[in-house]
């Protein structure tokens, strides 16, 4: 029996399992044994083949978006539109073959935005060369899931689950867990709030199916049996996502709202370039980057070069961001901004910077 069959069948299992009280420990087990398999498969195997056509890009610019849908959902037009990269864009099924980078420039900043070619149902598992597809996913800043407005929402409930079926988790923050293998001494567990989906019984149970038996354990927050996997596993990967319904052009007003009022979700239409703007605007929030202007003694602030961070970045960073050698040299700095009680503020390494700031450094 090969690993697709066993995850089938796992699969099946769960489905057909009621989910109580008696179930609990049979379900967090049949979990467990599911992302084994699914690690398995994604691990390449001990054969190489003939070396192929690479398939990812550098990494440029201050971020990187990468752009996942099924074929002919309006991916290629959308890169053609905000960028000056033209992409090879027709009415038929992959038309896109490889990974095209585009560059969006915006605030100042140069964000990275990836056209990928069309997944498919499966994808996970190899389809239509979906692993190398998903494998740059993961590598980028934000996931842009790219819909057809014409279609079910059952597009979208697919994409999320060929993704998060190779440890891609859109939109999730990493789960407060405490875990490290010891050498003996058993298996130590605490936690610091009420647990209520989760039991010392189930985790013991979970670690049992990786041979983990030596091992200390802390739940800082109540957390599914899932989200203990994924602390286990440790190769997932938490990434913001804004789903894009296209071609609103198409479809009533009424379908629109409510399609605008989805979470995480922006409407446009990119023949008729409709929305576009807002889209860009939801990026830059998605990817949290922050512009920082640098001053000197003496001269009005540079508002041509400014320098692009990542938001609750502190004037450490921004030494870093001139120069690494900076910081040993520091004595204080001024800061101009909203960041500032009061503009110019005298403050040190950690004060966090806000957007527009700016601030001039004095050395010792």
Same mark, same amino acid.
């Given at each position: 029996m090969g690993i697709l069959e066993k995850i089938s069948e796992i699969e099946k299992e769960i489905a057909r399992t009621q989910k109580n009280k008696a179930t609990e420990y049979h379900l967090g087990l049949l979990k467990a044994k599911l992302a084994k398999y699914r690690t398995q498969l994604m691990e390449p195997t001990g054969k190489s083949g003939p070396k192929g056509e690479g398939f990812d890009v550098m990494k440029s610019g201050d971020a990187r978006c990468a752009l996942i849908g099924f074929p002919s959902?309006?991916?290629?037009?959308?890169?053609?539109?905000?960028?000056?990269?033209?992409?090879?864009?027709?009415?038929?099924?992959?038309?896109?073959?490889? %990974?095209?980078?585009?560059?969006?420039?915006?605030?100042?900043?140069?964000?990275q935005l990836l056209d990928l070619p069309g997944i498919i149902e499966g994808a996970s598992q190899g389809k239509g060369r979906g692993r190398q597809v998903i494998a740059v996913a993961r590598t980028a800043d934000l996931v842009i899931i790219m819909l057809d407005a014409t279609k079910s929402d059952v597009q979208r409930v697919l994409l999320e689950k060929e993704l998060e079926t190779v440890g891609i988790r859109l939109n999730k923050k990493r789960p407060n867990i405490y875990f490290k293998i010891k050498k003996g001494g058993g298996l130590s567990f605490n936690s610091t709030v009420p647990l209520t989906k989760c039991s010392?019984?189930?985790? @013991?149970?979970?670690?049992?199916?990786?041979?983990?038996?030596? =091992?200390?354990?802390?739940?800082?927050?109540? =957390?599914?049996?899932?989200?203990?996997?994924?602390?286990? $596993?440790?190769?997932?990967?938490y990434l913001p996502c804004i789903y894009v319904y296209n071609k609103i052009d198409q479809i009533s007003i009424e379908e629109v709202d409510r399609l605008a009022h989805e979470p995480h979700s922006v409407v446009v239409s990119c023949n008729m370039k409709l929305n576009l703007d807002y889209l860009i605007e939801k990026m830059w929030e998605y990817l949290a980057l922050v512009? $920082?202007?640098?001053?000197?003694?003496?001269?009005?602030?540079?508002?041509?070069?400014?320098?692009?961070?990542?938001?609750? %970045?502190?004037?450490?960073?921004? %030494?870093?961001?001139?120069?690494?050698?900076? !910081?040993?040299?520091?004595?204080?700095?001024? !800061?101009?901004?909203?960041?500032?009680?009061?503009?110019? @503020?005298?403050?040190?390494? @950690?004060?966090?910077?806000?957007?527009?700031?700016?601030? @001039?450094?004095?050395?010792?």
């Amino acid at each position: 029996m090969g690993i697709l069959e066993k995850i089938s069948e796992i699969e099946k299992e769960i489905a057909r399992t009621q989910k109580n009280k008696a179930t609990e420990y049979h379900l967090g087990l049949l979990k467990a044994k599911l992302a084994k398999y699914r690690t398995q498969l994604m691990e390449p195997t001990g054969k190489s083949g003939p070396k192929g056509e690479g398939f990812d890009v550098m990494k440029s610019g201050d971020a990187r978006c990468a752009l996942i849908g099924f074929p002919s959902v309006g991916k290629s037009t959308l890169l053609n539109v905000v960028t000056e990269t033209h992409s090879e864009s027709a009415s038929y099924e992959f038309t896109t073959l490889t %990974c095209i980078p585009g560059v969006i420039e915006h605030n100042g900043a140069k964000i990275q935005l990836l056209d990928l070619p069309g997944i498919i149902e499966g994808a996970s598992q190899g389809k239509g060369r979906g692993r190398q597809v998903i494998a740059v996913a993961r590598t980028a800043d934000l996931v842009i899931i790219m819909l057809d407005a014409t279609k079910s929402d059952v597009q979208r409930v697919l994409l999320e689950k060929e993704l998060e079926t190779v440890g891609i988790r859109l939109n999730k923050k990493r789960p407060n867990i405490y875990f490290k293998i010891k050498k003996g001494g058993g298996l130590s567990f605490n936690s610091t709030v009420p647990l209520t989906k989760c039991s010392e019984r189930l985790v @013991q149970l979970i670690l049992h199916e990786y041979k983990l038996f030596n =091992c200390e354990v802390l739940f800082r927050e109540d =957390c599914t049996a899932d989200e203990f996997i994924d602390v286990i $596993v440790g190769n997932r990967v938490y990434l913001p996502c804004i789903y894009v319904y296209n071609k609103i052009d198409q479809i009533s007003i009424e379908e629109v709202d409510r399609l605008a009022h989805e979470p995480h979700s922006v409407v446009v239409s990119c023949n008729m370039k409709l929305n576009l703007d807002y889209l860009i605007e939801k990026m830059w929030e998605y990817l949290a980057l922050v512009r $920082v202007y640098t001053k000197k003694r003496g001269e009005r602030p540079d508002f041509e070069g400014g320098l692009i961070l990542r938001r609750g %970045c502190t004037v450490e960073h921004v %030494c870093h961001a001139i120069h690494r050698t900076i !910081v040993d040299t520091f004595k204080y700095a001024l !800061v101009w901004g909203t960041s500032a009680k009061y503009s110019p @503020q005298n403050v040190g390494l @950690q004060h966090l910077m806000n957007h527009d700031d700016v601030i @001039q450094v004095v050395k010792k």
